[in-house]
């Protein structure tokens, strides 16, 4: 069953065995609470859920990585799968990955960069790169030390003022 609001959304809902009715807002909502293996964040805040789709008690979830060969998307993928399987009248789950459209930072919510954020990470904008801030003084007086940081979303830098390592979150190539 569809139904509309007035705002213009679609809700959808399935109803899976037993009678039991779940809504795409359900499954999102269980998708809020799986977080990201290697960082302090959720997979709705880093962007990386593109589509939910329920139908008959199987549901759809494509996702989006940041990188191609991020070695955590097979553990998001069952994190997924298990969270979404644990909702009432969900029979099915296939979290698909969708290359389509590229993840990039304008994605990820300002929530999801605040954790970042407090977490200790430098993030770049929205889009185009711009000078590295130090999470520890603000300074912009700091350099690449090395382009592979502990992940394949993370570079490591140096801060020339207060001298501590700073790992930033990189973007992928726009």
Do not use: H
């Not at 799986?34 to 805040?45: A, C, G, M, S, Y």
């Amino acid at each position: 069953m569809v139904e509309g609001s007035g705002s213009g959304a679609v809700t959808a809902t399935v109803q899976g065995s037993g009678g039991v009715v779940v809504s795409e807002a359900e499954v999102w909502k269980a998708l809020e609470k799986v977080e990201d293996p290697e960082l302090p964040i959720t997979v709705t805040d880093l962007g990386l859920i593109r589509e939910v789709a329920v139908a008959g008690g199987r549901v759809r979830v494509r996702l989006v990585p940041t990188y191609s060969a991020c070695a955590a998307i097979d553990v998001m993928r069952q994190d997924i799968r298990l969270r979404v399987l644990a909702l009432p009248g969900v029979e099915e789950v296939s979290v698909e990955l969708a290359f389509d459209e590229p993840w990039t930072m304008a994605r990820m919510s300002e929530r999801g960069r605040a954790a970042l954020a407090a977490y200790g990470l430098s993030l770049p904008g929205r889009r185009a790169a711009e000078p590295v801030s130090c999470s520890y003084c603000g300074s912009t007086n700091t350099t690449l030390e090395n382009p592979f940081g502990p992940t394949l979303c993370r570079a490591i830098y140096y801060c020339r003022d207060c001298r501590n390592p700073i790992e930033r979150f990189k973007p992928p190539a726009e």
